[in-house]
């Protein structure tokens, strides 16, 4: 298995623009996580789905912030209107049949908003 | 809220000797793993060891639980400067199914 794809892997726009994260879970995983991570606030988790249904969002940080999961090998995180503080790098994570296990990372998103 | 809190922050040693870090939390857990973080990648699974566990071992790597004192260990042995990374610990949030991870050590290992 190639491990869990993100796209893109830079990227940078300016404030005010819509930007669109994507991430291919590894194959069979139920669960699938997104993450943000910055120096000042280490990894947060953003949101997670189980079999594509959106479980907990209590960690988006507000409304800007929108995340999909249209099928099992799919997901997009979106970020309408980007700001600068919105810079960080976004991981998304897939685990097999428990949330809790292992989870799976892949190579992350860099995000830079000017 | 952070559950786990890594010890210390940062960690240098020499090629060959041992790095253990710490980390606490505060709830119960179900399990606590243990991540690599190298830089500018994503993290990688080391370890999982379960609360009805006390020790645990792959390779270099050797990690303890303490569910008294809510607090676990990991000990790298006889350290290469391919360990040169950020180490995190992360707890389960029982009953739901996610970790929350602690801010992590940076251990760098000089040759």
């Known amino acids: 298995d190639a491990g869990v794809i993100q796209s893109p892997r830079h990227e940078v726009t300016e404030m005010g623009q819509e930007v669109t994260l994507r991430c291919k879970p590894i194959?069979?995983?139920?669960?699938l996580f997104w993450y943000r991570q910055t120096m000042m606030r280490g990894l947060e988790l953003l949101i997670y789905f189980n079999n594509n249904v959106p479980i907990d969002d209590s960690g988006m940080p507000e409304d800007r912030f929108s995340a999909k999961m249209p099928n099992a090998s799919f997901s997009t995180l979106k970020i309408q209107p980007s700001e600068p503080r919105d810079s960080a790098v976004y991981f998304c994570?897939?685990?097999?049949?428990?949330?809790?296990?292992?989870?799976?990372f892949g190579p992350g998103t860099r995000l830079t908003v000017t | 809220s952070q559950q786990g809190e890594e010890d210390p922050q940062a960690l240098s040693i020499q090629e060959g000797e041992n790095a253990t870090m710490n980390c606490s939390y505060k709830t119960s857990i179900n399990n606590l793993q243990w991540y690599r973080q190298n830089s500018g990648r994503g993290l990688v699974h080391l370890i999982l060891?379960?609360?009805?566990?006390r020790e645990k071992h792959s390779g270099r790597l050797r990690v303890t639980l303490d569910t008294s004192k809510k607090s676990s260990s990991l000990l790298i042995t006889a350290s290469r400067a391919a360990d040169t990374a950020s180490y995190f610990c992360?707890?389960?949030?029982?009953?739901?199914?996610?970790?929350?991870f602690g801010q992590g050590t940076r251990l760098t290992i000089n040759p």
């Open positions: 060891i379960r609360s009805n566990e």
């Open positions: 194959s069979g995983h139920d669960y």
């Open positions: 992360a707890t389960d949030q029982a009953p739901a199914q996610k970790l929350v």
């Open positions: 994570a897939s685990s097999f049949r428990e949330g809790r296990d292992e989870q799976y």
